[in-house]
């Protein structure tokens, strides 16, 4: 399977938004692009949808994004915003993302041709890896509810407070010095040890996590789950929706089900069908797990 190569120009469309301190930014959206499927299946913790809208906080700022017809809007709470806090915006919604052509290959494999029609417009998104990392600890053996009841204390009682309302993601350096019952404290359970270490981890430089995306996802995965409470679905969640490595194909009960179910009839281990994926789907085993636990979660399979 050739690699896909993603559109480097994407216009942005700018008004004055009237009676308003802020500017609101626009920008066109090829179709499938589905920002409700995007922010709802289960790659991102921070985000959250009020009908026609999302809600969240990025780079400790929070956003408004609301879908137009063709176009996302998107404005900061509060403050002005310009052309150079926005972009990076869309690139961590992956507004660039090439759903078309991508889809059009998924759609040879006949299971996710089936589905495809119910599951359309989901992109991967580009979080930051050090929040990336501590969700999906967070995420291990546990709900989506759940990891972002746990995010959001986490938020409240560490990080700082952002214009706009709620509060930025706390930083390593925080949380490694944080007291496991204050930690506790936020819902963690037992994997309040766990964001200690892998906060002591990235504090201390042990690991540089800026650096995985450019590191093949072998060693990237192995780098990882030397880090406390790092097993392998959650490497592959952090390589997947922060580092680009749209090869990994996180295994969850969900995913092993809908696997078991859909292709083999019968049981399988994680390793088993993460090694299957890969030969499956090449690169874009990352946008297949995604379709399938949509359509897994949704009862298509």
């Not at 309040?192 to 690991?207: E, F, H, L």
Request: hydrophobic share 45%; net charge positive.
């Amino acid at each position: 399977m050739a690699p896909i190569l993603l559109p480097s120009d994407v216009g942005e469309i700018w008004r004055r938004a009237p009676q308003r301190r802020h500017r609101v930014a626009s920008i066109r959206v090829a179709p499938p692009y589905d920002l409700g499927r995007t922010l709802e299946c289960g790659q991102v913790f921070r985000w959250t949808l009020h009908g026609d809208e999302a809600v969240g906080t990025f780079r400790g700022r929070r956003w408004t994004v609301r879908r137009d017809g063709n176009l996302l809007r998107a404005h900061l709470d509060g403050v002005a915003s310009g052309r150079r806090q926005v972009a990076p915006l869309w690139r961590h919604l992956a507004t660039d993302a090439p759903l078309s052509l991508i889809e059009e290959r998924l759609a040879r494999d006949p299971v996710l041709r089936r589905i495809l029609p119910h599951t359309t417009g989901i992109a991967i998104m580009r979080q930051d890896p050090w929040e990336c990392l501590v969700s999906f600890v967070i995420s291990a053996f546990n709900n989506i509810p759940k990891i972002r009841q746990s995010v959001e204390q986490l938020c409240r009682r560490f990080g700082e407070p952002v214009p706009g309302g709620g509060y930025a993601f706390p930083t390593a350096a925080r949380l490694a010095e944080a007291r496991p019952p204050a930690l506790r404290a936020c819902l963690l359970g037992y994997r309040a040890p766990y964001v200690r270490g892998v906060a002591r981890a990235v504090a201390d430089r042990m690991v540089g996590l800026s650096r995985l995306a450019a590191v093949p996802y072998e060693a990237a995965r192995e780098a990882l789950v030397a880090l406390p409470g790092v097993g392998e679905k959650v490497a592959d969640c952090v390589l997947l929706f922060s580092h680009g490595h749209t090869e990994a194909f996180p295994v969850d009960v969900w995913i092993q089900r809908a696997v078991e179910e859909a292709y083999f009839r019968g049981r399988r281990t994680p390793g088993a069908i993460r090694e299957w994926a890969r030969d499956q789907f090449g690169p874009l085993a990352g946008y297949a797990n995604q379709h399938l636990f949509l359509a897994a979660r949704s009862g298509l399979i």
